[in-house]
């Protein structure tokens, strides 16, 4: 693997940079891996990532009916944050943005993360007092947050209208300094190149269409478009697909699958400073390098798996952006998409073992997923590697919805569903 | 925007209308007979197809009425609406 630095840099500029190779190679894939993941989104490739890295497997393959990062990777709003409100969602998120951290160092790939602060608007009393609840909570559990009075998230984010005349007024704001953004593409590049490097395969253009089991029910691989491909471990990572994949297997998930849309302005000089999310008003905004405006919307009210929704959702998001930064009401959206988030009862991911020995699945991430991808990838490798779960993803088993101890950021989550 | 049959009312807008999940799962007849995996299974478990969906909606904008849709969840195209307590029509992709 060609590895970055400022000399290498510029050793191949003097070259008329026409030596860098390909990131990773396009394997055929082999009649037989040790592990299979399915879903080579950010989650997946940082699983064969850890696999290889941290538990020795090298000979796995990651599957992908598209291409790699194409689908959730591809489409979020790529926020970073960790202020959750239980004990076990602030373990998982928590540790993923430790994870953030030393990402690019640990790949050699600038994934550009920045943390630039994560502000969350509070409008009403409940508001207020479900902030401040989340601001001890996340403090008790080492996660940062700090609470802001209106002037000072005004001052902390200068666009925002803090009139008491709006019609949901600025009461305050939950801020969590290290949240903020990365690339999205280049944390499933970096993951990959990262995977490519230790042997792992990744095969693209190869749909899963089956999932084989030996009579005694564990799985001995999966059948695609490409093939049957042998495998004594199946990692599930296919976000909306999820239940698609797993009905293969015979086993039915609680998820539901919607569209969940975003849009981007025209690109405009640096204008806004950090990530601003209203729950109440639902909206989340911030901008990206390119300088577009990065606006996240809600969800469609219905299963789809149509990758679109109906425009009456971001128009309703916009309303609000324009209410909170009136500067903005002359911008110009460009683009406007949707993607397909797999959602739990609860809110909160599932990474577990299933009731078929060898097939594990990492699914559940609902609306908000790409904030988790280098931690949900660890503990996933884990749990695959050692056929136990990491101490971690323990508490997000299937198994939770039966036995009553849900983990319910439904109610609790700083983000509207 | 998607546009509706309401049974009672006609075509109307998406939005006049809610979302009430998966059709035809019918609530146990006794439910401390179940076990906790099939009370569960009753509670959270959805088929989530990816093709045909029998789903209910409520006109809650309108007549207020519960019914039932066939819709393809590929590409958002009803296939029909019928009210509750009808059974499932046969309907296939493309319909």
Not at chain 1, 29 to 47: F, Q
Request: glycine share 10%; charged share 20%.
């Amino acid at each position: 693997m060609q590895t970055y630095s400022a000399l290498s840099l510029l050793r191949r500029a003097f070259g008329g940079h026409s030596s860098w190779q390909p990131h990773w190679r396009t394997p055929e894939p082999k009649p037989e891996y040790d592990a299979v993941i399915v879903g080579a989104g950010g989650h997946g490739l940082g699983t064969a990532y850890y696999l290889a890295k941290e538990h020795g497997m090298r000979n796995i393959a990651v599957i992908e009916r598209g291409w790699l990062g194409g689908g959730n990777t591809g489409r979020n709003t790529t926020i970073i944050r960790s202020n959750y409100l239980f004990d076990e969602s602030a373990g998982l998120y928590e540790h993923s943005v430790k994870l953030w951290e030393s990402l690019s160092r640990e790949l050699n790939y600038n994934v550009m993360y920045s943390p630039r602060g994560v502000m969350m608007l509070a409008h009403t009393i409940h508001d207020i007092q479900v902030f401040k609840r989340h601001v001890h909570a996340n403090r008790a559990n080492g996660v940062d947050n700090e609470w802001l009075t209106a002037e000072q998230a005004k001052e902390f984010c200068p666009p925002l209208n803090i009139s008491p005349t709006l019609r949901y007024p600025v009461l305050g704001a939950a801020l969590q300094r290290r949240g903020g953004t990365a690339r999205h593409d280049a944390v499933a590049w970096g993951f990959a190149r990262g995977a490519d490097a230790m042997g792992v395969d990744i095969i693209q253009n190869c749909e899963v269409t089956g999932i084989r089991r030996a009579p005694n029910g564990a799985v001995t691989g999966v059948d695609t478009s490409r093939g049957f491909i042998g495998a004594k471990k199946v990692g599930v990572v296919a976000a909306g697909h999820t239940s698609v994949v797993m009905a293969m297997a015979g086993l039915r998930l609680p998820l539901e699958s919607f569209p969940l849309q975003a849009l981007v302005s025209e690109p405009v000089k640096p204008a806004f400073p950090c990530v601003v999310m209203s729950n109440t008003v639902h909206a989340y905004i911030s901008q990206s390098d390119k300088g577009e405006l990065v606006i996240g919307a809600g969800t469609d009210a219905y299963v789809s798996y149509s990758q679109r929704g109906g425009l009456h959702i971001p128009a309703h998001t916009l309303d609000a952006i324009c209410e909170l930064f009136p500067m903005f009401r002359r911008m110009r959206m460009l683009r406007n998409w949707g993607g397909i988030v797999d959602t739990t009862p609860d809110r909160s991911p599932i990474i577990a073992k299933t009731p078929v020995p060898g097939l594990y699945v990492n699914c559940g991430w609902g609306t908000g997923g790409f904030k988790a991808t280098p931690g949900s990838a660890h503990v996933f490798a884990h749990t695959i590697a050692r056929d136990e779960p990491h101490p971690i993803n323990a508490p997000f088993t299937i198994e939770r919805f039966r036995d009553g101890v849900m983990i319910d950021e439904a109610a609790a989550a700083a983000v509207a569903h | 925007m998607l546009l509706i049959d309401c049974p009672y009312c006609g075509k109307r807008p998406e939005i006049e209308f809610s979302y009430g999940g998966e059709a035809h799962i019918a609530r146990p007849a006794d439910p401390s007979a179940l076990s906790d995996e099939e009370w569960a299974t009753f509670l959270y478990v959805r088929t989530n197809p990816k093709g045909i969906h029998a789903e209910r909606w409520r006109h809650s904008n309108g007549c207020g009425r519960f019914f039932n849709a066939v819709r393809d969840t590929v590409s958002d195209f009803f296939v029909t609406t019928y009210k509750s307590g009808e059974p499932r029509p046969d309907a296939k992709v493309g319909a």
